[in-house]
């Protein structure tokens, strides 16, 4: 029978975690050329940047691709849950001599549409995977046209019932370790969440179509452990965060180094919806998830300018140091050796 990782013509079954804002088509390609599948986040990426990075991909590389895409609903605005924020935000602004009327608008994501359809086709990426959901059935129909895989999140076994009752090839069940935004669409109550372990069988056991699991995996015993509990693949990212392919700052690259990777949190703080990252002073300070944040994505623009004044003086106070609970494997290696190291001993 063949297994997932045949079928999407990979060598193994290992699929690198998309990470939007931390990775390029640079990491990708040198998981790709590994045996892995290379995933390429584009939720923050316009459909011009998009097609720029997957040509890049394509001329680099022959080997299947994964593109990742947000289907979340963008928020109304709502000026007095905007101006509760601006006010939560006022000291650090004023600390720092920035103005909170000049904060510039925008969400810094967008979900899948048709624009980013348009982008893909001419590319027909093997592997198309969603987070928080799956996209309206047209545009899931135009994907499954051109013969691309569906994957997509799955934070508890009602996700996974409902993703696979709508249409998803392949699911991944993501742990509460993983960094990163949560996946969740259905509920949004934390407690509802497990961990991978816990997690993984349950959703094996629930649904015919294969599993993916991710969260807290970063070397070959974790992969072992996944798939003897019934994974059909891994997926992994904070391992390659501090590979030289990625794209992460140098003050993230530290700290994902440094002690302080040993206590991440979930937050709401730097997009309005839950994701793990290492602690910052703006988590401490205002507390890790907070109801001022504005609806996901509006909290991040009045976040840029803070960060960016931190970070000029070489802070990392309110940066999203994105992280997932286990980044004892972060090394500063090619890509295709954090590949090699995940399947040593486990893929014969």
């Known amino acids: 029978m063949m ?38 986040p584009c939720a923050m990426l316009s459909p011009e940047a998009m ?25 109304s605005p709502d000026p007095e849950r905007q101006a509760r924020w601006h006010a939560a935000l006022a000291p650090w602004y004023a600390e720092f001599g920035l103005d909170l009327e000049a904060v510039p608008e925008g969400t810094g994501r967008r979900p899948f549409d048709h624009a980013a359809c348009d982008a893909l086709e001419p590319y ?4 198309v995977s969603f987070h928080f959901g799956l996209p309206a ?22 996700e996974a019932r409902w993703l696979e009752a709508h249409g998803a090839d392949a699911l991944i069940a993501q742990g509460l370790e993983a960094g990163g935004h949560r996946g969740h669409f259905l509920n949004d109550d934390l407690t509802r969440q497990m961990g991978t372990l816990a997690l993984l069988p349950q959703v094996r056991q629930a649904v015919n179509v294969p599993v993916i699991a991710a969260g807290g995996i970063a070397e070959a015993r974790g992969v072992a452990a996944a798939l003897a509990l019934g994974a059909d693949a891994i997926q992994v990212g904070t391992a390659f965060l501090c590979c030289p392919e990625s794209r992460v700052s140098a003050i993230h690259r530290q700290s994902l180094m440094s002690e302080a990777a040993r206590h991440t949190a979930l937050t709401n703080l730097y997009s309005g919806r839950p994701a793990r990252g290492i602690v910052t002073r703006l988590m401490r300070e205002l507390g890790p998830i907070s109801e001022v944040a504005p609806a996901f994505p509006l909290a991040t623009a009045a976040i840029a300018p803070l960060r960016a004044a931190a970070e000029a003086q070489g802070r990392g106070d309110f940066s999203p140091l994105w992280a997932g609970q286990n980044a004892s494997h972060c090394r500063e290696v090619p890509a295709a050796e954090v590949v090699a190291d995940l399947s040593r001993g486990v893929i014969d």
């Open 51 to 75: 097609a720029a990075e997957l040509a890049a991909v394509r001329a680099a590389s022959t080997s299947p691709i994964n593109i990742n895409a947000f289907c979340h609903t963008e928020p």
């Open 124 to 127: 027909r990426p093997e592997v």
């Open 3 to 40: 297994t997932l990782w045949q079928r999407l013509q990979i060598d193994l079954p290992i699929l690198q975690a998309p990470m939007a804002g931390a990775q390029g088509s640079e990491l990708a390609i040198a998981v790709s050329r590994a045996g892995g599948l290379g995933a390429l």
């Open 137 to 158: 059935p047209d545009l899931l129909a135009r994907v499954k046209a051109w013969g691309a895989t569906v994957l997509s999140t799955a934070t508890t076994v009602a």
